[in-house]
C-alpha cells in the first residue's frame, strides 16, 4: 500500500514523559507539530486532570469499545487494565493527507508497527526507557538484583510522583492503578527491540525539567533534542537500537 504520509510512533512505559515531549514539540517547534496528525484512540478509563475528550483519547465505556470488535476496521485491545481501541480506516484516511502521530502505550505502538494492513506505511518510531541498555548491562551481571522489580520500583516512584501532584492524597484505587502500570513496565520494555530507535531517558512524566524552566532541561532536554532531530530526518546522536533478547518480559498487556 502506498500512502503518503507516514506514521510516528512514540513509546514507552506510563510516566516515561511522552506526553511532555509531545507537549514541548507543540510549544517550541510547532512548524513540526502541526504537520503531526494525532492518532486519538478509544479508551475505557476515566480521563485525568487536563485530559479533553476527542483530544487525548475518546473516552467511553468499557461495554461501547468491547461493542467495536465486531468491526473489521477496528483494532481492540486490553491495556495495563484499560480497554483501547483505534479505527484502521480512519487512520489511513489520514496518513493519506499527511503524516500521522501515536504517543501512548507499546502494545499499540507495536501493533501499528506490524499490523499486516498497514503494510507499505512509511514510519519513525521511538521508545522512550527509563534505563540506558549500558545501565541495563551493568545490572544485569550484579549479582542480588532482580531486574524486573527494579525495573517496577523505578516506574513505581515515577508514577507516584506524578499522580500525587495531580491528587494530593491517593485513594486505594489509585495506588491499585500505579502498581499495575509499574508492573507493566518490564513487559513493555521487551517490545523496544521493535523500534528503530530507542532514547534513555530519566526525566519521567513526574520531572520538573520538563516545564518548570523556559526550555526543557537535563534528560528531558537531550531526549527533546534528539526527538526533534529525528522528526527532521536527521540522524541525531544518542539513540539506541536493541537487540530482539535484550530483554525477555512476559507475556500479556
Same mark, same amino acid.
Given at each position: 500500500?502506498?500512502?503518503?504520509?507516514? =506514521?510516528?510512533?512514540?513509546?514507552?512505559?506510563?510516566?516515561?514523559?511522552?506526553?511532555?515531549l509531545?507537549?514541548?514539540?507543540?510549544?517550541?517547534?510547532? $512548524?513540526?507539530?502541526?504537520?503531526?496528525?494525532?492518532?486519538?484512540?478509544?479508551?475505557?478509563r476515566?480521563?485525568?486532570?487536563?485530559?479533553?475528550?476527542?483530544?487525548?483519547?475518546?473516552?467511553?465505556?468499557?461495554?461501547?469499545?468491547?461493542? =467495536?470488535?465486531?468491526?473489521?476496521?477496528?483494532?481492540?485491545?486490553?491495556?495495563?487494565?484499560? =480497554?483501547?481501541?483505534?479505527?484502521?480506516?480512519?487512520?489511513h484516511?489520514?496518513?493519506?493527507?499527511?503524516?500521522?502521530?501515536?504517543?501512548?502505550?507499546p502494545?499499540?505502538? *507495536?501493533?501499528?508497527? *506490524?499490523?499486516?494492513?498497514?503494510?507499505?506505511?512509511?514510519?519513525l518510531?521511538?521508545?522512550?526507557?527509563?534505563l540506558?541498555?549500558?545501565?541495563? $548491562?551493568?545490572?544485569?551481571?550484579?549479582?542480588?538484583?532482580?531486574?524486573?522489580?527494579?525495573?517496577?520500583?523505578?516506574?513505581?516512584?515515577?508514577?507516584?510522583?506524578?499522580?500525587?501532584?495531580?491528587?494530593? =492524597?491517593l485513594?486505594?484505587? $489509585?495506588?491499585?492503578?500505579?502498581?499495575r502500570?509499574?508492573?507493566?513496565?518490564?513487559?513493555?520494555?521487551?517490545?523496544?527491540?521493535?523500534?528503530?530507535?530507542?532514547?534513555?531517558?530519566?526525566?519521567?512524566?513526574?520531572?520538573?525539567?520538563?516545564?518548570?524552566f523556559?526550555?526543557?532541561?537535563?534528560?528531558?532536554?537531550?531526549?527533546?533534542?534528539i526527538?526533534?532531530?529525528?522528526?527532521?530526518?536527521?540522524?541525531?546522536?544518542?539513540?539506541?537500537?536493541?537487540?530482539?533478547?535484550?530483554?525477555?518480559?512476559?507475556?500479556?498487556?
Amino acid at each position: 500500500m502506498s500512502t503518503l504520509g507516514r =506514521l510516528v510512533v512514540l513509546s514507552g512505559p506510563s510516566c516515561i514523559g511522552k506526553s511532555p515531549l509531545a507537549k514541548a514539540i507543540a510549544q517550541f517547534h510547532p $512548524d513540526l507539530y502541526e504537520k503531526l496528525q494525532p492518532l486519538v484512540l478509544y479508551n475505557s478509563r476515566s480521563p485525568r486532570p487536563g485530559e479533553k475528550d476527542g483530544e487525548d483519547y475518546y473516552f467511553r465505556r468499557r461495554e461501547e469499545i468491547e461493542g =467495536l470488535r465486531e468491526k473489521e476496521n477496528f483494532i481492540v485491545m486490553e491495556v495495563r487494565g484499560d =480497554l483501547q481501541a483505534f479505527d484502521l480506516n480512519e487512520l489511513h484516511g489520514s496518513l493519506k493527507k499527511g503524516d500521522v502521530f501515536f504517543e501512548g502505550n507499546p502494545f499499540i505502538g *507495536t501493533t501499528l508497527l *506490524t499490523h499486516p494492513k498497514l503494510n507499505g506505511v512509511k514510519r519513525l518510531s521511538v521508545f522512550v526507557s527509563p534505563l540506558s541498555q549500558q545501565e541495563l $548491562d551493568f545490572l544485569k551481571e550484579q549479582s542480588g538484583i532482580h531486574l524486573e522489580s527494579l525495573v517496577t520500583d523505578v516506574m513505581r516512584r515515577k508514577l507516584l510522583r506524578r499522580m500525587q501532584r495531580q491528587k494530593g =492524597l491517593l485513594s486505594q484505587k $489509585d495506588l491499585e492503578e500505579v502498581e499495575r502500570r509499574a508492573k507493566s513496565a518490564f513487559r513493555e520494555l521487551s517490545l523496544a527491540h521493535q523500534f528503530e530507535h530507542v532514547i534513555a531517558n530519566h526525566d519521567g512524566e513526574d520531572s520538573e525539567n520538563w516545564n518548570a524552566f523556559y526550555f526543557p532541561l537535563g534528560d528531558a532536554g537531550r531526549t527533546f533534542n534528539i526527538f526533534v532531530q529525528l522528526l527532521q530526518g536527521r540522524k541525531p546522536d544518542g539513540t539506541e537500537t536493541w537487540k530482539k533478547d535484550f530483554i525477555v518480559g512476559e507475556g500479556g498487556h
